[in-house]
């Protein structure tokens, strides 16, 4: 079917949430309404960033104001939701009940599901009651051979019949699962799963994709028949969809920052369908659904415990055996640095530690760095139970470890605006100008000082948000 994309469509606010958020309904039979997601990377918060987004709650809000506006919806995700880090495994299993409550349809498939196990997956998804897609990887001979996960599946969207299939890239490294399944072809496993649901009556079809958009465009190019490809596999945000071959690729960028939206018109069949396709920004605009931000918060407080916990096995610290480089605590600095331990008290640096144990993030591996001194380095904060000597941006964080202080001694350097960025980067201190804010923190500030900006994460932390994504 030939496919045509619209070129930008803005979306204000009032359009985005309201009734009739694509326009030209027209009459007759109801157009169906796909809502994409994609390399979730098992975010359930908003991001940290300056203008924070994203997040499950806000999801869920998103898709229950599309659904109460009276569109056939269908929700589907391409893969890709589980965590990059070992430390926030459990958020995988989390996402997967998230998207099932959610009322999302089927998922693709990535090579990161499978970096805990295949068994582990396949459980995780079974116990949430949502559909896995992969038309191309299959169990090795050896463990009896026969797909992984479903191949493709036919679903009913109002009216319409919606053929949906998963592919990953050939030869991927698998992980755990390398030795007991293989990914194959995927322009054959295309081939064969559009053939398929053609015969079992779909007249859409969807192929949620974790290829990467160079494989996956080149794949709807040589592949008829494929009306939707949700392009994931680290792709960055599209703003609108856009032709490729017969189909309209939407690509929805990482982390759960943008939601896709393609609209598909009810034809006659035979005739040619002209699907519009755009992504929306969940941004703090969007109100979180306040059932789906509590179980985000139980779950966010449960696994920070186990982390905490976790941290705690590791038991009483050492002093003994130390390298002769190591951080010291600010202890030792205040003995003879009185007057500059004063005034860093005026800084926002001696309350970091704070903010994160408002928030309950302070084991949250993504926020506590920047909020702590010398995190895993020798004598430096390595639990909670450090925050007493290593809490907080404290001296050695600017100028180095305690134990090399007679060398700075005999050649004092300024602090550099390198080591500043370490922590002040475009993503989460976008107001950060070095020249402004160093004057702050001086030992000797100037007179006059003017205020600083107000930090968005200040702002959202002042009306009851979380500026620190998980």
Not at 29 to 56: A, E, I
Not at 179 to 199: H, K, M, Q
Not at 363 to 385: E, N, Q, S
């Amino acid at each position: 079917m030939a496919v045509r994309s619209r070129g930008a469509r803005s979306l204000a606010l009032g359009a985005a949430l309201g009734l009739g958020l694509l326009t030209g309904c027209g009459g007759g039979r109801q157009r169906l309404l796909l809502v994409t997601t994609d390399d979730l990377q098992g975010k359930t918060s908003p991001c940290g960033c300056h203008t924070p987004k994203g997040g499950l709650a806000r999801l869920a809000a998103f898709l229950d104001s599309l659904r109460a506006s009276g569109r056939d919806v269908l929700a589907l995700d391409a893969g890709g939701f589980f965590p990059v880090t070992d430390d926030e495994r459990d958020a995988g299993p989390f996402v997967l009940d998230a998207m099932s409550r959610m009322g999302t349809r089927a998922a693709g498939v990535g090579p990161g599901e499978l970096r805990f196990g295949y068994t582990y997956v396949r459980e995780a998804a079974r116990a949430a009651g949502l559909p896995l897609l992969c038309a191309n990887l299959e169990r090795t001979a050896d463990t009896g051979g026969g797909p992984a996960f479903e191949r493709w599946r036919l679903l009913r969207a109002g009216a319409t019949a919606v053929g949906v299939f998963g592919l990953m890239p050939e030869g991927t490294d698998l992980g755990p699962a390398r030795d007991s399944l293989v990914a194959s072809s995927p322009e054959a496993a295309a081939r064969t799963a559009v053939d398929s649901l053609r015969a079992a009556g779909a007249e859409v079809i969807v192929l949620l994709s974790q290829l990467g958009r160079a494989p996956g465009e080149s794949l709807a190019t040589h592949v008829p028949g494929i009306d939707v490809v949700v392009g994931g596999g680290g792709v960055p945000a599209l703003a609108d969809g856009f032709g490729v071959g017969g189909a309209i690729a939407i690509y929805g960028g990482m982390q759960g920052w943008q939601v896709g939206l393609a609209e598909v018109p009810a034809v006659p069949r035979g005739r040619a369908r002209r699907i519009l396709a755009h992504t929306v920004v969940l941004g703090p605009w969007v109100k979180g659904d306040p059932p789906m931000a509590a179980r985000v918060k139980a779950f966010e407080d449960s696994l920070n415990a186990a982390l905490r916990a976790r941290e705690a096995a590791y038991g009483p610290r050492s002093r003994q055996g130390l390298p002769a480089a190591h951080y010291v605590g600010m202890a030792n600095c205040t003995k003879c640095h009185a007057g500059e331990y004063t005034q860093w008290l005026t800084t926002s640096h001696s309350r970091a530690w704070s903010t994160l144990v408002t928030q309950r993030k302070e084991a949250t591996p993504a926020c506590v760095p920047c909020h702590v001194t010398g995190l895993g380095r020798p004598g430096g904060f390595r639990t909670a139970d450090d925050a007493a000597r290593f809490g907080n941006v404290q001296c050695e964080a600017c100028h180095g470890m305690g134990t090399n202080h007679r060398a700075w001694e005999e050649r004092p350097e300024p602090v550099s605006e390198a080591t500043c960025r370490g922590c002040h980067t475009g993503t989460t201190s976008p107001t950060f100008r070095f020249a402004l804010y160093r004057a702050h923190v001086l030992h000797n500030p100037p007179p006059g000082l003017r205020p600083l900006p107000p930090s968005p994460a200040q702002q959202l932390m002042k009306a009851g948000g979380a500026p620190h994504g998980r």
